[in-house]
């Protein structure tokens, strides 16, 4: 319920028209409907501006499709997260407007392509198999209305490659950045920009990476500044901060 | 870069052989001077347009106050972070110039006090024990030039005292919210703002907070997607962070 | 005390050699009888006046299924839990008067529909991916006698939704809640409530939840006193304790 | 702010005595005072129907002493937790009436001793050495209105020891059990006893108990269905939501 | 090679039967002799007076049955750990004087069934899903040369259950305790019986019980002083250590 | 059972109406008497035929005297660990009978030196740093009636100085091995003798021995099946079992 | 640097305007090329000195042949670790020239077999099960123009068979030892030999190893100071180490 | 006993000289010799040809200096480690030859300076907090005959400034890297040069860094593969390590 809302609700009461006791039980209850297993709040994209977006994970293939078609109804864009290839067909089948990435398993329905960010977003990541999560990044910050340069395969143990980027990272407004094993392409990163460098662990590696963990552990303990970190293949959280941040 | 080469880069900006575009470009490349236990690269705040940081702990209170001295020389901001009252008197005694903060340990050297970030930043805690890492994030941001509204005692067990502030926290540019124990604040937050929030997790709690560990997985596993995170009881990085997004 | 035993006590009691206070007190103490592979306590519902529980997990269809009739024989109500579909099938093909819950994997026999609970226990889940454990919490509370309120999908990061059912929380004797990701939940229905609230962490999450670590150690640092904690994905336990308070 | 206050300003509404500016901006702002340093929430205290408790770790004496008085002067009980000696001579130099336990660390004032819970609670400790954190809980259980019955040095290799005190058990109505090392007591109890048991892991034992993970984990492994667990040496939240069960 | 056969070795050396060269050559090498993969160390068998012992995990099905064969060329009793039931199929096909037993993946070929231990070896179990690795014990108990005495689902929190199987336990000469979930068992023998108590945590249990981390921390941190503890669901190790005390 | 029911046990034992069989049957249960603090079983030595032992740590100076004074007063040998200095001069002023080992913090009082042990307990240490366990170890070895060979500095590192001391250790009916670090001594004593081999891990090493627990998981995953295991720096607790066994 | 700027520097080698030392050290520096999804850096071989490797895991049977395909057009040496039979297939088809070994997963490509090191690798494992990542490091130091002594199945329980191999190991210019469960043998043979020893923990084990990580924390915490660890299963690593060491 | 010895001893045998028993015995001991409290073994200078270490850390300063004399009675380089000042207080009093580092704690006896590395060994340490690390290396390498280049503060957020130093790094012949925090900066040095980094992960850091963990992790999980790792601050066992790889 926004403050219009509630100026026009104090206003019936003024004017008599609501009760007292109508008033105080609609004021209890924030604008929202009822599917059964999930609610859904339309006003979330009001209150950010942004995208629609289901964590399919977990979830049924029909229940995404039926979150996803209500959500449709209402949002131009919306993004599934971590579909595996039952949810996408039974989505598509369905919704066939949508468009299917198996490698991050991401659903993206993009009815508007309004460019709302303000700059360009980096998108890099340290190795071959970081790239799911590094797309997960970029169709996030894409849908969210931004221009993303992605950067692929630029360890930390070949700087050279690296420094050959440098300028591309330096005209990015954002920096994005999946890496997994060690993690320490951040670092790197974060002390060739200026700008904020949002962290993204993988669960690339094996034995002692402990599944994502050392890398996590590594960002946090980035001797760069402007480094902030985000949950271990998070690519969507960190292409979303990064819109918000693009659009300031 | 020697000083000689630098020098020289001088000279041909000011007989017109090289224009102010390249010489900048060519500056951002290296230069720093020895000082024995530690270089210096008084360039880097020039790169980011940032004040220099000295993180005290590990460091003789002699070796603060050298490194302070000789950075006070070209930067008008220098900030020194995690100084006990040894360190601070020892640092105070030859530079007298600086304040000193015991709740965070900071020492600050505040020149130049132009204001550099667009908007606000909202700097919240949610408990009287939380307060020295949010003061940290204060006066880092400060000392970037951010104006920073500072919201204390604010948890998710009284969660109509943090909506009270919620006017507040929605005019904020960038939100940081530091938190011990559950580490369930920024969710929170986020949920309220559409703004980037940094999360920053705090050693308060006692047994299964583990120093920090319970606020930090809670903070990376937030369902606000609008988070991100840095180490634990590490304000200044959020400060720092902040500050950048500020200035977008 | 064997059959034998139990037999001569209850002569005795038609005898009027022993009243009935000092049967109960000594029927309290240690009767059961051998399956070979399960010895079964019939006396445990006549001690705690609860249903027989059957934990399905790492136990054959076969020897789940003997485990039940051997319990129906004596008992209205058995509730088996975290059964796969090979051991519902099994089950229902020699019982069928049992109903299956696919979500959870339970399975209830419900002979005995009194209501012994005073009050409504409340069960409420941050997410859908978490109605599997809350599903378990409601199912065993109504087995054992309770009226149970079920509010789904009320996350921390969108706190008006929560706040929109504070009517119904705060007429509930008891509430648990089931959370998976930072498991912040039960810290702000505590905040709400005056009564106990019994947190169940879930293994809803990924990458740094490690499987509901995360929700655990946050619901254990809660800022909310009113709040306890039962084992990752225990939607059986927290039921259970619910019930309990219920009673009293 | 309450039911009534609320209708109170609506009908001030519909008699227009507030305009309705002044009316949003007073709903926005829930009862509280400013401090400074920290928010007290007097309505908390109307909320629980419970005394104020004062978490001392972390904060400095006077400020502990601060904010004891500032709650004195309007709630007859209050309690404080983990304060060293300064803190307690600090308090009790200004406010005299109050009593400090050295063990556990509280400071009690106890000016309302009305009965508010309608059984016993027991509270058992498997060790001298557990007695500090089961000292907290029997504080804390008391100040709200219980009779505490305490049980001291019962572990789970005397079996028989606990058994002796099987009678007081079984008339409890709610048990709070702490233990350290291997956390085994709150199962063997949870066993012989029909209501709710609450699990206080203490950090008591060397090497391998991991500052009392072992215990912790233990009792989140409980066996017995009947048993809740609260963070490691958490007497007061076990003797709080003891409180909060025994007034049902 | 034992002292007689260097004793041997060295009179060659003083009749001139044996040169320095040879001697010295001799004297590096112990008696094993070559497989291509695993080389088998007959004196083993002399050396510990036990059966020889296959872990069949991580080795192919072939790989078990050709260590098997040669090992029953020399030695009466072997016993082979954890094998599935390609393995066991293989084994049996070549070897068919062995029994499979498919609860604990055990095939054991028991030629010498002559008694060795003094005493009985009490293995106890806490619960039906602990009965693999209490039969892994039993087994390897047996095999070694000793009566065992099962008892079965015996728990903490049914603690009459166990109380009357207590002359059992008093007369066993060791005994060794099977539990997952919280790991009170050993703690709880340990404090009824004199003799050295074998506590094996085993991996049962969910959630917080981390694979049997929790049991094993449990046991390790047992306020029984006679309790020493194997590694996680190692039922064959408590078995063969149980044997070598029960042979003093 | 109260002291009044054991002097009429006794009386009736005098008169022959119980004989010595039931006797000591009935008092295998339960006697113990207040002292306020701590419950004292005296029955505990009667029934492992063992000393009493006081675990210092975390128990006041006095509450160790206290406790100590009253166990001499019916047993003959008592043993104090963890006794820093200070508990040791408020020790040892009231009972100078006793001796003070300020490598352990042993406190041994050793009035019954019978030999109840039937062979030889070899102690191992590792290295130096291994020697406030060893000698925990020792001692409680000693006064439960057991002569033991302390073997010192023996490291897998140097294994031939291991090899030097195999006589000894083959000689040994148990042998009890302390090793911090990697704790890969045990293994390779194992591997050297046929009797039971009892391994302390010792919180001795920095930095990835995580305070003993790389020594204790070592252990833990012996490849040497004699092996069982104690808690970190549990010396007591292996000294205690080693003893049991020898009696055997 | 780009290609045009490559074939421009050969140019000027040709025609003499740049000498060979000056070619070769401007090509040190950043070319590669771009695949799409890979890029693959050529002069990594140039700058090592060492054949080409493709870790085949998290990468598809496709991508793994494409980048083989394109390495072996340039280089006569390719290892490919970590490949599954699908993966293995798919190469072997088009690449016909290779050799696949499916204990360890690699795929060899074996050209220029020319001998590079200057003296024997000893390439020991503890047991069986260890024999993957031991055969790794054998093809990996093999590849590298090394010359292997493997010795297998030797582990710290039984000493004399490791003593048995000495001479072998001392010879040996560097030492690889693989080993799980405990991980002791590093330790071990780091006592015997003086060169430097390359530890290799496996993931070989159950329960309390934690895949590894028992094995991981016991090398690391090695008292035999020539041992330095990779991480768990790193076969690779430790034969490419040894292959650098052995050049020297 | 080295292969002479043997053949004397042999020979005796053949002789006559030395009856059987005697041999037998003899061949049982190695040479050491006894100091009570640790025993020394000169013959482990002559097997690795380095000079004595001693671990003060753990040990009284007398027994450090008594171990110290007795060492320099015959090798002529001493280095002592983690000594405090007592300590090192203590050791020069008697043995005034010697240097005392407090930056590191190591204490060094430094007779024969003669080279034995047929390179340089480059030290590395990215931060002036890693320094005590870092000296330990060097003193390390140093007196075990080594010319060190110490490189310091060059991490990884500060790439150029590593790069300025590629020239000293690609000259030297083993690279040791001292690094803590995210601990990256060996995977940057390792993509740059061809030979052998050891990587040491320091304490250094705070939160997430876990003391050291996070660093440790990190290097584990290197993507250069030319690094192994040693324990988290050892420095020595890195310049013991990097001793002998520059003797080859």
Chains 1, 2, 3, 4, 5, 6, 7, 8 share one sequence.
Request: hydrophobic share 45%; proline share 4%; aromatic share 4%.
């Amino acid at each position: 319920m926004g403050e219009d809302q509630l100026r026009q609700l104090l206003e019936q009461v003024r004017e008599g028209a609501v009760d007292i006791d109508a008033a105080v039980s609609r004021m209890r209850h924030l604008p929202y409907e009822d599917l059964g297993f999930a609610k859904i709040d339309h006003h979330r994209a009001l209150r950010h501006g942004m995208p629609e977006v289901i964590f399919a994970k977990g979830k049924t293939p029909d229940q995404v499709m039926q979150i996803a078609g209500r959500l449709l109804e209402r949002a131009p864009n919306v993004l599934i997260t971590r579909a595996d290839r039952d949810a996408a067909a039974c989505v598509l089948e369905k919704l066939p407007c949508g468009e299917y990435f198996p490698l991050s398993g991401a659903i993206r329905f993009w009815g508007d392509k309004t460019l709302r960010g303000k700059g360009t977003i980096a998108v890099v990541c340290a190795g071959t198999s970081d790239m799911p999560v590094a797309e997960e990044a970029q169709l996030t910050a894409e849908v969210m209305g931004n221009e993303v340069e992605a950067i692929c395969d630029v360890g930390v143990a070949g700087i050279h490659r690296l420094i050959a980027h440098s300028a591309q990272l330096m005209e990015a407004r954002v920096v994005v950045v999946c890496a997994g094993m060690e993690g320490a392409l951040p670092s790197a990163v974060g002390g060739m920009v200026s700008c904020p460098v949002i962290a993204v662990p993988t669960s690339v590696g094996y034995g002692a990476s402990f599944h994502g963990l050392a890398a996590l552990l590594g960002m946090l303990n980035s001797c760069a500044s402007n480094v902030t970190v985000v949950n271990i293949d998070n690519g969507f959280g960190a292409g979303y901060v990064a819109s918000l941040i693009n659009r300031l």
